[in-house]
């Protein structure tokens, strides 16, 4: 070998792959042909790498990373830069070009505290930010990282801010009611039974059997000036009157 081919002082050897590596990672074709000869940046190009490699690590449906775990990964800041004090701006900088490049998407979350989040590009990435944006999950803990939300029908909400806890029983009668009135109704009839002091599911479902059979177009509900029997007619039947009115079965 000549001198002229002979590495110099400052560059560290790499000893070769043991033939039993410590897995394999998939890398899209795409990434080899379209966007490596696109990438002009050193640490853009380590960053992007890392992170095929740090998501391939992940589990589960919806997987990304945190800016925190990244600002922590010593390995990977000592490989942008060899300055400790320039480390986490070369991070930083590295995520805005491959953010900005389209290989990662980047969600900030104005949480208590807030969190900067990193996906793929791919469709599995832009799957997880579409369900997050609607609300579908949302980021845990570093040992549980995807926490789902369960979406419950309005109804239940309605009821145990307004009434008290559900009961099985009488979660399938508001699971019943939400497909039998419309749910501007039903928003509406929670609160005229809150104006009127009278919380409990047997008033408002009343309200909106009577708005099912008489119509919802009569007098405003809103006044408080005028008796609830002058505002709400259809409120006037004995059954209101009877002594355990304001409790649910």
């Keep these: 070998m000549s001198s002229s081919s002979r590495p110099s002082r400052q560059m560290r050897g790499f000893g070769g792959f043991p033939q039993k590596s410590g897995g394999m990672i998939g890398i899209p074709a795409q990434f080899f042909s379209d966007l490596l000869p696109l990438i002009d940046d050193l640490n853009e190009l380590k960053v992007t790498v890392y992170c095929f490699w740090a998501l391939h690590q992940r589990e589960g449906e919806y997987r990304y990373l945190r800016l925190i775990d ?20 070369a991070l930083i900088d ?10 990662l998407l980047h ?29 579908e999950w949302q980021p845990g803990t570093a040992d549980q990282p995807v926490g789902l939300i369960i979406e419950r029908p309005n109804i239940f909400v309605l009821y145990e801010q307004n009434i008290g806890p559900l009961t099985p029983l009488l979660s399938e009668v508001l699971r019943d009611a939400e497909h039998d009135y419309p749910a501007e109704w039903i928003v509406e ?11 409990s599911w047997r008033y408002v479902e009343a309200i909106l059997k009577s708005w099912m059979t008489d119509g919802r177009g009569g007098r405003s509900s809103n006044s408080s000036r005028q008796s609830t029997d002058d505002v709400n007619p259809y409120l006037r039947d004995d059954y209101f009157r009877r002594k355990h009115e304001d409790q649910d079965d």
């Design 94 to 103: 590295a995520l805005e070009r491959a953010t900005a490049r389209g290989t």
């Design 70 to 89: 990244l600002q922590q990964d010593e390995t990977l800041l000592s490989a942008l830069s060899e300055s400790v004090t320039k480390r986490p701006k």
């Design 189 to 199: 009839a929670f609160q005229v039974a809150v104006q009127n002091n009278k919380r």
């Design 107 to 135: 969600i900030h979350l104005p949480t208590d505290p807030a969190e900067d989040l990193y996906f793929m590009n791919t469709a599995r990435g832009r799957k997880a930010v579409q369900a997050l944006e609607r609300g």
